[in-house]
């Protein structure tokens, strides 16, 4: 272990050889570089030490009896495989290719030929156990961010859990509240139709707001219960015809139609490869959206078109509506996010198009400016 003696950090070095008078000279060449120096006669009492005390560096003589420097290398290797502890073997000889082969297969492992020319064995020792120095920091290190990596890991599955039980019981409390908010409306709507020549012009007023009310429940009620839904379903993505889908939703839709707005498909419409109950979803969410924000009085008129980006199409939806400002633009992507309490809205249009784009693995953003109408647009992936 490293340890700090008057300034200085002091290493410990295990020096092996089988003879006393070798280990006596090492141990003076060391001694001006301040480390603790430990001696071992033998592999075997080499591997003893080993076991007992924190070693930074083995100096391993080649030529020993019984068990020679490159079987005790082995047998420390093996015995802590994922250890840096560096090796410098002394050998009476060059090292052969065979040799050099046997080292490189051992790890962090360097050569020094007898005789020892001490300038070289000190320089070959520092420069060792600096390396070990700077991977046992690496190791802190990487252990280090290793714990703090699990610990994020686990925060964030605790609370993608917490996300999926409140995403879960909005999604129950959403389709129990269904069924009274329908009830609430259809007995105000019979009311309004069958007994209100009974009522005074105040109870008809009541009666008015109690329908505007239960609809726009009934509209947040359906717009959370999309949105919950969105983390449930599982998106089996095909080839999505764009035109027919736009084609479709426009169809099926008096408030896209003439004379009410003037949808305008700039063809070709390229396919995308997605989910066509999620596009249709997000579509119709954008052109409620530019057909509905514009100035009273004003017809709107949508342009739709698509573009190549890389892999992907990007499908633009340009109004003329009353358009967003740019402090804003990051938000009204956020539930609940509404700019403009003048027009009717639960503020889940746009979120629900958020998540149903990155589902399908796509993009989504908007270009405006107050007064000069919108530019949204969603890129997805080509269809192949
Ligand atoms: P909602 O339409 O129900 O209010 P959305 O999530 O669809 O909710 O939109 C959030 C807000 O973003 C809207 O309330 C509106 O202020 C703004 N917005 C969205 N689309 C447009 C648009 N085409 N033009 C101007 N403002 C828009």
Redesign the pocket.
Known sequence: MRSVVNGKEQSKILVVDDRAENLIALRALLGSLNHTVVEADSGKEALKVLLNEPIDLVLLDVNMPVMDGFETARLIRQRSPASSLPILFVSAREPSSDDIKRGYALGAVDYIIKPVVPEVLRAKVSALLDLQHRAKLLAVAVEERTVELTALNERAAKLRESIDELESFSYSVSHDLKAPARAIQMFAEALDEEEADKLSPTGKDYLTRIILSSKHLEKLITDVLAYSRMNVEPLAKTTVNVEGTIQEIINHNADFQAPKADIELIRPLQNIRGHAASLTQCLT?LL???V??VRPGTMPHVKLWTESVDDSVRLNLK?N????APEHQER?FNAF????SE?A???????IMRKAVERMGGRFGVE?RPGEG?L?WIELPKAA
Do not use: H
């Open positions: 969410n409620s959206n530019a509905k924000f109004d509506g009353i358009g967003i009204i996010e509404r700019l403009n027009y809205g639960t503020g889940f249009g746009l979120a405006s919108s949204f």
